[in-house]
């Protein structure tokens, strides 16, 4: 008798999570937007950070907040995790949407090409342990973390790309 009960009831269980995972799927399960910024100085160097989850080099950027757009997402996390302004964003690198690009999430990244100034000084400290700048022959390509090295690798090559 007990056996059955424990049956009936594994079954049971088993069907509502099965229900509870559609419904969590539907409700939660659609891609993340951000946006990646391959931050110029003026004088040519690219800037980096190297994030505190991963220890790994990474373009600045994250989630779109809601009730932004992208370029208001690109002026506040420039400044928060490098301390640069945005004088112009420049081009469109890309669209990066492949679902194993961030091993955290599904997230669809938008990258651009950025005109910035300023001082470099990380305002947030719990996403970038540093900031640093690197001329493009000494980028640390293979190093990065996510799929930054192939926006890079794009970017140096003058693609646009929808992937």
């Known amino acids: ?89 420049s081009r469109l690198v890309g669209v990066y949407s492949a679902p194993d690009r961030d091993p955290r999430i599904h997230s669809i990244c938008v990258v651009v090409e950025a005109e910035v100034q300023g001082k470099m000084e990380i305002q947030d400290t719990l996403e970038a342990l540093e900031v640093h700048a690197f001329a493009a022959d000494s980028l640390p390509l293979g190093q990065m973390s996510h799929d930054h090295t192939r926006q890079l690798q794009d970017y140096l090559n003058g693609l646009t790309t929808l992937a």
């Open 1 to 89: 008798m007990l056996l059955l009960f424990f049956a009936t009831f594994t079954q049971s269980t088993s069907n509502l999570w099965r229900v509870v995972q559609t419904v969590l799927g539907l409700m939660f399960r659609h891609p993340i937007t951000g946006a990646s910024i391959i931050p110029i100085l003026p004088d040519g160097r690219i800037v980096l950070i190297k994030r505190r989850d991963d220890g790994c080099w990474a373009l600045p950027g994250g989630m779109v907040d809601w009730g932004e757009d992208i370029p208001q997402t690109v002026k506040r996390e420039l400044r928060e995790e490098t301390g640069l302004d945005l004088v112009n964003i």
